[in-house]
């Protein structure tokens, strides 16, 4: 068993394309796994599937904002449904361990800890992959509570036991839990690099993780690789959802977007800093429009609040993007105004928005004009009709935006809006760039 599943993931780890570090460098360029690559769901089913997970992710956000600010009571007690996570995850696969144990892990911007479910623990949810094994790997090591990353984790660390760092991190309606340790790290084939990282040895409670067996954060956050490592910026390029292709990872030096072909301008606006909430990438959005009409959104609408509620975010664990009330009600109107197709009556699965298409018609002859998001500064993210519509069914034209749960959540700029588009997390200067590129290329 364990034989075939090594020839399975030799090709996904042979995909990583360039690896240094150095002199406190790390720079990779890497494919990222689609989450639905070499699956039998249809076209239409991947978007159905991808949009009811992208509401539970937008209601669970919701949940633990609601939580950090001290207004939502306890959130692992909160009604939220758990999607599988890989189920519109982009995953990386690495090296865990002395010899290295291959793993997929989900690329999280919004998730600080970087997690894979351990074969010290009984009860793990279902994957495809085996578990760790920290039994097999000479440089596993579990952190005391001393240790640096216990003591400046932002998440819950419960207690501690026999002097270890117990970790319980919350998804929805389950947990992670477990314990940090640190292991060795590694990234590439052809190029191999090994480095020691702090991460969660655990288990998940409740969902799936189908294809994946834990989470790589992205995020802010002390305990995420950006911040463990110093990398001082990261971008990803990703193919259109439903091609199923591999997409671009990269981080340090190879992150430079200029480096690569584009197919626009390159644009620039800041990453903000939320006073309350550490876990997410906010930018200053601060209007839409359809095709050449600005639509009425108060720019205050999309703004991080004083208490920390609010904001807009981009968020490479969200499939559609979640607007608040006032703009999604704002670009459900100019799109009705737009659109000169029947409304389909009642919710169609996840969508707030369908139109039927004429008989025998498909969606690519549909002509629409783009969606603009407008950033503090000038920069616009021109979105063509593919970035804001999907055809769950056959038939049908759907808006791939979402009303955002009512309360403290933010507004999500997902991963359809970005697709076909470089995007470049600078964090050392607090920037966020973007081009419109043809990812596939790069």
């Known amino acids: 068993m364990m ?12 995909l990583a394309a360039v ?33 009811r997970a ?51 892990l989900i690329l999280d911007t919004g998730s600080d800890l970087i997690w894979t479910q351990c074969k010290l623990f009984r009860h793990t949810v279902r994957q495809r992959e085996p578990l760790y094994d920290p039994g097999k790997s000479s440089s596993f090591d579990i952190l005391p509570c001393s240790s640096r990353l216990c003591q400046q984790g932002q998440f819950s660390f419960k207690n501690c036991s026999k002097n270890r760092c117990l970790y319980d991190d919350v998804y929805g309606s389950a947990e992670a839990d477990g314990f940090l340790a640190s292991e ?9 690099v090994s480095l020691s990282l702090g991460f969660g040895c655990g288990a998940l409670s409740a969902g799936s993780l189908v ?8 995020s802010p956050g002390t305990l995420s690789l950006i911040s463990q490592l110093s990398i001082p910026r990261f971008s990803y390029c990703l193919t259109p959802f439903d091609e199923r292709k591999t997409s671009r990872l990269l981080f340090g030096a190879m992150a430079d977007l200029q480096k690569y072909k584009t197919t626009g301008p390159i644009q620039t606006t800041s990453i903000l800093r939320n006073p309350v909430e550490t876990a997410y990438y906010y930018v200053p959005l601060v209007g839409l ?43 459900k109107k100019a799109v009705l105004e737009t659109v000169k197709l029947p409304v389909v009556n009642g919710t169609v ?18 002509k629409m004009p783009p969606l603009l998001l407008h950033f503090d500064g000038g ?64």
């Open 379 to 442: 920069a616009e993210m021109v979105l063509p009709r593919d970035n804001y519509f999907q055809e769950p069914r056959a038939g049908l034209m759907c808006l791939a935006v979402a009303k955002a749960p009512n309360g403290f959540g933010v507004s999500i700029i997902g991963n359809v809006q970005q697709q076909n588009m470089h995007v470049l997390f600078d964090v050392r200067n607090q920037k966020f760039s973007f081009a419109p590129t043809q990812c596939d290329m790069i």
């Open 184 to 192: 060795t790290f590694t990234f590439g084939v052809h190029s191999k």
């Open 211 to 218: 294809g994946a067996s834990g989470i790589m954060g992205l």
């Open 289 to 331: 429009s359809l095709g050449t009409k600005r639509l009425e959104v108060p720019a205050s609408s999309l703004a991080i609040n004083p208490d920390g509620s609010g904001g807009t975010i981009v968020d490479s664990g969200s499939t559609i993007a979640s607007l608040v009330e006032t703009a999604f009600k704002a670009v």
């Open 349 to 366: 699965e996840d969508y707030e928005l369908c139109f039927a298409l004429p008989r025998g018609v498909a969606m690519d002859a549909v």
């Open 3 to 14: 034989a075939r599943h090594l020839r399975h993931l030799l090709p996904l780890l042979c």
């Open 54 to 104: 992208s509401k539970d992710r937008a209601a669970m956000l919701t949940a633990r904002l609601a939580h950090v600010l001290g207004k939502g009571g306890d959130i692992s007690a909160a009604d939220v449904l758990l999607a599988p996570l890989s189920d519109q995850g982009h995953s990386l696969t690495v090296g865990i361990g002395t010899p290295p144990q291959p793993h997929t």
């Open 19 to 51: 690896v240094t570090a150095g002199h406190g460098s790390f720079d990779l360029l890497a494919d990222l796994n689609h989450p639905y690559a070499g699956s039998s769901f249809s076209r239409h089913e991947v978007f159905r599937r991808a949009a």
